[in-house]
């Protein structure tokens, strides 16, 4: 399995970056996937995560209200949307790929990661 | 909010042993927090080690081990080479909420 990310992107306070992760190999269908965000320096953050094949998405309750997760089947395509962008916001942001009804937190494969710095 | 705690940092010698854990604010952490660990290097994603405690994955090396220990989740590296120098996250699932939350970190140096 594969995951790509989309690339790089710069944001100014108070807008909005949506990204998206790319999944080959393997049936989409069979698969949640996650977000985890690291700011420069500092320690791996889960914000939440969607099953596609039901719909249901979950956030981290410090994200609740400003970040968004969908999932497009015919694409096999995730993405996270964050809104009201602050600079601490500056980051590497992760999907990672665990099998529904699996092993919870088995984040077996990550995308490469995308770069959203936020600078006025 | 939940927090889960590791040790900042590790030094264990070529050839060693060092056992990292990984505390959960709530109380003790047991095998339904399914403790999974990753390890990460500069500049590259992180990397899953073990899921489920114990539970190496494919590609994972016999040296790296899951366990509970003290109502913490641990990990223990044996006959520690110099490759293993990263950092290291615990993961834990807390299923009332389906949430889950990373660890602080450990950053393991060889030398």
């Known amino acids: 399995g594969q995951l790509v990310q989309s690339g790089a992107e710069v944001k100014t306070p108070g807008s909005s970056v949506k990204v998206s992760c790319k999944a080959s190999?393997?049936?989409?269908?069979?698969?949640?996937f996650n977000w985890v965000r690291q700011a420069p320096g500092q320690g791996l953050e889960w914000m939440g995560g969607?099953?596609?094949?039901?719909?249901?998405?979950n956030y981290a309750q410090s994200f609740q209200g400003r970040v968004t997760i969908t999932a497009d089947e015919s694409t096999t395509t995730a993405y996270m949307e964050l809104s009201s962008l602050r600079s601490d916001d500056t980051a590497v942001y992760y999907c990672a790929r665990e099998v529904v009804g699996g092993t919870p937190g088995a984040f077996a494969f990550w995308g490469q990661g995308t770069m959203v710095t936020v600078s006025s | 909010q939940t927090v889960v705690t590791q040790e900042t940092s590790m030094t264990v010698s070529p050839g060693g042993t060092v056992t990292l854990t990984c505390a959960s604010s709530t109380g003790a952490v047991t095998s339904l927090h399914y403790a999974n660990w990753f390890q990460q290097k500069p500049g590259q994603a992180p990397r899953a080690l073990i899921s489920?405690?114990?539970h190496r994955q494919s590609w994972t090396p016999a040296r790296f081990s899951g366990s509970l220990l003290g109502g913490k989740a641990a990990l223990t590296l044996s006959g520690v080479q110099l490759e293993d120098e990263a950092d290291y996250y615990c993961l834990l699932y807390y299923g009332g909420a389906q949430h889950y939350v990373f660890g602080s970190g450990t950053r393991v140096t060889v030398l």
């Open positions: 489920s405690t114990s």
């Open positions: 190999g393997g049936t989409f269908s069979s698969y949640a």
């Open positions: 969607i099953i596609p094949v039901s719909g249901t998405a």
